[in-house]
Nanobody, 122 residues
């Protein structure tokens, strides 16, 4: 297994922007971002294929978040704009060695990072 490493979390005001990075992203053909609030299940946020030609987004972030990857830098990104307090969560990056043709679930992903906290204040 490959240990992925997230960075870029922090505190931001509602309406602001924040960018997350995930290092060692070459381990997965499909890479994804998930998030979890204490006491709730981990949920899908966004995913991207190796080439970047296929992306999936949760309805709650569509139009506000953008997922991308730079395979030469072995890094995946999540640009988050127009942040809302309900986006507050620990964000995890994850990898799947196969091409997925649908938004992945938690059980689809093989490798995970330890997470980075994003806090959006009202």
């Amino acid at each position: 297994q490959v240990q992925l490493v997230e960075s870029g979390g922090g505190l931001v005001q509602a309406g602001g922007s924040l960018g997350l990075s995930c290092a060692r992203a070459s381990s997965g053909y499909t890479m994804g971002w998930f998030r979890q609030v204490p006491g709730k299940e981990r949920e899908f946020v966004a995913a991207i294929s190796w080439s970047g030609s296929i992306t999936f987004y949760a309805d709650s972030v569509k139009g506000r978040f953008t997922i991308s990857r730079d395979n030469a830098k072995n890094t995946m990104y999540l640009q988050m704009n127009s942040l809302k307090p309900e986006d507050t969560a620990v964000y995890y990056c994850a990898a799947n060695p196969r091409l997925l043709v649908r938004p992945p679930g938690v059980g689809d992903m093989d490798d995970w990072g330890k997470g980075t906290l994003v806090t959006v204040s009202a």
